[in-house]
């Protein structure tokens, strides 16, 4: 099965959450750590290939102390 580009919406909220990381001069794996996921799923996300689910969000969100909600895209660029 051939790679797809990223869903856009799924790259920008990956970007997302990577600036905040960024922001808090956290590493992927620290962060992937404090979140409670894999370095490598952590990865995925950031790069927007991997469709997370709500419980994942939930623990992104908590992990850099913010609402699950603010971390949205209101809509893809």
Excluded at 9 to 30: F, M, V
């Amino acid at each position: 099965m051939p790679d797809r580009p990223p869903h856009p919406y799924l790259k920008a909220l990956g970007q997302r959450i990577r600036d905040e990381r960024e922001h808090r001069n956290l590493s992927q794996e620290a962060f992937a750590d404090a979140a409670g996921l894999d370095r490598n799923y952590m990865s995925g996300i950031e790069r927007g290939i991997r469709n997370l689910g709500v419980l994942q969000l939930v623990k992104i969100a908590k992990a850099l102390d913010e609402e699950p909600g603010s971390l949205l895209p209101r809509r893809p660029r």
